[in-house]
């Protein structure tokens, strides 16, 4: 008994597989840009060879860029809470059919201000006090933003280097304090922000310097007070019969308890009592025509790193 089985015929048309837009993956270089920023776009897909696909990139009525594999396109960024949207034509090759795809791309900015929490900086000093070793330093992240009424109202995710810190990340975590690594010459820091409903997406990156605290010397009037702005140099002449001098440790992390300091000061070589005010020190030139090598150094020692010493060396 012969069974005959008939077999469905299908034209080259009918079997043809087309892409869909979910297919096309975008990255966007960088990932968040910003505004004024040159940003290249990259398309790709496991679903076609992108390579030998007719693609077409067009940015409102216009043809921006149109080739055969053309996967890829830059561009400057507009400003800030302005939008510019691709629309991308894609043909796989020996295909009939295409897709478009549409790119959004919205420039976001965000600010990074920081500072350090207990570096010294004497009255009236008006810049901030830069990180030394083992500072405490604080990051204020400061969304700039039309679209989200409060900055509050973010996720903010905290990386120190290449590590993210979960502890400080989450929603509404717009600040981050660290104590920085006294090995390191400088800190890495770097914070994503998004709002909950997608439409700000912001990135941002700073080099924190860490720099050795300095000890800057002025004269103190008995009238006048400190006088701040005018820091004492080598061989600056003293003529009063007695004259007090203050030592200030400019950008010193001084955390913890003040007596944990020492203050050992040095006169011509020779160690002398710590004075009453362990940073002022108060000459009488004996004789005239010679100089006064003072000296001291200020120091934790409970840490490794809380230290900084001056030299000054006055003419009498």
Do not use: C, H
Not at 5 to 33: H, L, R, W, Y
Not at 229 to 238: K, P
């Amino acid at each position: 008994m012969l069974f005959l089985v008939s077999m469905p015929m299908f034209s080259k048309a009918s079997v043809e597989i087309g892409i869909q837009e979910s297919d096309i993956n975008i990255d966007t270089i960088p990932e968040n840009p910003e505004p004024y920023q040159d940003v290249t776009i990259n398309i790709t897909s496991y679903a076609t060879d992108l390579n030998k696909a007719m693609i077409q990139w067009q940015l409102g009525k216009n043809t921006v860029l149109a080739g055969v594999g053309k996967t890829s396109y830059s561009f400057k960024a507009s400003s800030p809470s302005t939008s510019t949207v691709f629309s991308v034509g894609i043909t796989p090759a020996g295909s009939t059919s295409s897709i478009t795809k549409q790119i959004v791309i919205s420039p976001s900015e965000i600010e990074l201000l920081w500072e350090s929490v207990d570096g010294y900086t004497p009255p009236f000093y008006k810049g901030r006090s830069f990180a030394s070793a083992e500072s405490l330093i604080k990051v204020v992240a400061i969304p700039n933003t039309n679209t989200v009424k409060s900055n509050k109202n973010i996720v903010y995710t905290w990386k120190n280097g290449d590590k993210t810190v979960q502890g400080a990340s989450g929603y509404g975590k717009d600040s981050y304090i660290f104590a920085n690594n006294e090995l390191n010459k400088s800190e890495e820091i770097t914070v994503s922000a998004s709002s909950v409903d997608g439409s700000y997406n912001a990135t941002k990156t700073i080099t924190i310097p860490i720099v050795s605290p300095k000890i800057v010397f002025y004269k103190k009037s008995p009238t006048e007070g400190t006088q701040y702005n005018n820091a004492l140099s080598d061989e600056t002449f003293i003529s009063e019969d007695e004259a007090t001098v203050v030592a200030e440790p400019y950008f010193l992390a001084l955390r913890g308890n003040e007596d944990e300091f020492t203050y050992n000061w040095q006169i011509n070589g020779e160690e002398i009592g710590t004075p009453s005010r362990k940073t002022e020190l108060t000459i009488r030139p004996s004789d005239r025509g010679g100089y006064a090598n003072i000296g001291v150094v200020i120091e934790n020692l409970n840490t490794f790193f809380q230290k900084v010493s001056g030299q000054l060396k006055l003419t009498l």
